[in-house]
């Protein structure tokens, strides 16, 4: 079973960092493209940030600069390195993963979300 579990979230003064991590079990890591989500409240969920199986990186414009995304797959692990944290970028983050290839057979995955919360 697919598993996804995010940690690392919490409250940051605006300008501060959080680092989230994004532990994943029950498929193969390496062939999964993984990406971080967000969604603040009454509103819809949206991109921050993805990694290809080959390491290649997109972000949202609105954290371009100041997230930056990596994998490591002998650790099965997806990490968001956040910086200078705005109050804009309060929601909750969720880890997705999805198949970077048809042949990879398992179905696009969420975690349950770690609450990132910047505030003074």
């Known amino acids: 079973q697919v598993q996804l579990v995010e940690s690392g979230g919490g409250l940051v003064q605006p300008g501060g960092s959080l680092r989230l991590s994004c532990a994943a079990s029950?498929?193969?890591?390496?062939?999964?493209?993984m990406s971080w989500y967000r969604q603040a409240p009454g509103k819809e969920r949206e991109l921050v940030a993805g990694?290809?199986?080959?390491?290649?990186?997109n972000y949202a414009d609105s954290v371009k600069g100041r997230f930056t995304i990596s994998r490591d797959n002998a650790k099965n692990t997806v990490v968001l390195q956040m910086n200078s944290l705005k109050p804009e970028d309060m929601a909750v983050y969720y880890c997705n993963a999805r198949p970077g290839s048809i042949l990879y057979k398992f179905k696009d995955s969420w975690g349950q979300g770690t609450q990132v919360s910047v505030s003074s």
């Open positions: 029950g498929f193969t890591f390496r062939t999964a493209i």
């Open positions: 990694i290809s199986v080959g390491g290649s990186t």
